[in-house]
């Protein structure tokens, strides 16, 4: 039976269009036996209030602010960033910080988290991407040592090569995350995300299994992923957040092997 004790990808009132705060997350994450979860609200123009990204997501920018510890869970600072283009960017990356000129607000907010996660939310054309540029867009976000995890990859319909992406992957150190919310998608989501587990488990890349709740009730819950995952045998030496201690391990491995 396959087991996850840290909820990787979890959203706060900070995101805009959530419903919980940090502390209500993690009083629901002691309940589920949860050792951990990853604060990882939205940094992304498409929720964005203004054009001042630093600005609208600053609470991101200061969670150093934060106890690393709230009702037993310990509570990894991070964000979930977009990727803004098929280069690859990310967002914040053409703007510098206004007290930092050398440093682009992307880099100040990588620099500064423990778990970033990078998605595809919706970027002028992004629906259009061929195979190629879409592959070469996740390889360059992989390639980015501060990048963790790769988000939701089943969504939006993008297209790429499954087995050019996995192996970057495997070769970088970035892991795949497998998303409880993508099966409350269409089919061909399900499908995909099913198709990536696959690939991972022949390849040897490590997944992250998430709840992706934007509210406190939905913390700690992957029910039907982790069914997904059974199903097809996926092995559990390649669950990343089987235990805090395995989690934490793998965050830090790729920043200390790529800096």
């Given at each position: 039976?396959?087991?996850?004790?840290?909820?990787?990808?979890?959203?706060?009132i900070?995101?805009?269009?959530?419903?919980?705060?940090?502390?209500?997350?993690a009083?629901?994450?002691?309940e589920?036996?949860?050792?951990?979860?990853a604060?990882?609200d939205?940094?992304?123009?498409?929720?964005?209030?203004?054009?001042?990204l630093?600005?609208d997501?600053g609470?991101?920018?200061?969670?150093?602010?934060?106890?690393?510890?709230?009702?037993?869970?310990?509570?990894?600072?991070?964000?979930?960033?977009?990727?803004?283009?098929f280069?690859?960017?990310?967002?914040?990356?053409?703007?510098?910080?206004?007290?930092?000129?050398?440093?682009?607000?992307?880099?100040?907010?990588?620099?500064?988290?423990?778990?970033?996660?990078?998605?595809v939310?919706?970027?002028?054309?992004?629906?259009?991407?061929?195979?190629?540029?879409?592959?070469?867009?996740?390889v360059?976000?992989?390639?980015?040592y501060?990048?963790?995890?790769?988000?939701?990859?089943?969504?939006?319909?993008i297209?790429?090569?499954?087995?050019?992406?996995l192996?970057?992957?495997?070769?970088?150190?970035?892991?795949?995350?497998?998303?409880?919310?993508?099966?409350?998608?269409?089919?061909?989501?399900?499908?995909?995300?099913?198709q990536?587990?696959?690939g991972?488990?022949?390849?040897?890349?490590?997944v992250?299994?998430?709840?992706?709740?934007?509210?406190?009730?939905?913390?700690?819950?992957?029910?039907?992923?982790?069914?997904?995952?059974?199903?097809?045998?996926?092995?559990?030496?390649?669950?990343?957040?089987?235990?805090?201690?395995?989690?934490v391990?793998?965050?830090k491995?790729?920043?200390?092997?790529?800096?």
């Amino acid at each position: 039976m396959l087991t996850v004790k840290v909820d990787p990808h979890t959203h706060t009132i900070f995101s805009g269009h959530a419903y919980s705060t940090i502390e209500e997350n993690a009083i629901n994450a002691a309940e589920r036996g949860m050792e951990g979860i990853a604060v990882t609200d939205h940094f992304s123009p498409l929720f964005s209030k203004t054009e001042n990204l630093f600005k609208d997501f600053g609470p991101i920018l200061n969670m150093s602010a934060l106890p690393k510890v709230i009702h037993g869970v310990r509570v990894l600072s991070g964000a979930e960033i977009d990727i803004v283009d098929f280069d690859g960017n990310l967002a914040g990356y053409d703007t510098k910080m206004t007290h930092k000129p050398d440093m682009t607000v992307s880099e100040a907010l990588l620099s500064g988290i423990e778990v970033s996660i990078a998605s595809v939310h919706g970027f002028e054309g992004y629906k259009d991407g061929s195979v190629i540029q879409n592959t070469q867009m996740y390889v360059n976000v992989i390639h980015n040592y501060k990048v963790n995890i790769l988000g939701h990859m089943d969504r939006g319909g993008i297209v790429f090569d499954i087995k050019e992406i996995l192996k970057a992957a495997k070769e970088e150190g970035t892991m795949i995350e497998i998303n409880e919310h993508s099966f409350d998608f269409d089919e061909q989501t399900i499908k995909t995300c099913t198709q990536l587990a696959i690939g991972c488990a022949e390849e040897g890349v490590p997944v992250v299994v998430s709840s992706d709740a934007h509210s406190a009730f939905f913390i700690g819950q992957f029910d039907r992923a982790l069914k997904m995952l059974e199903e097809i045998d996926f092995p559990k030496e390649l669950i990343a957040n089987e235990t805090l201690e395995k989690f934490v391990r793998l965050i830090k491995k790729k920043k200390e092997s790529m800096s």
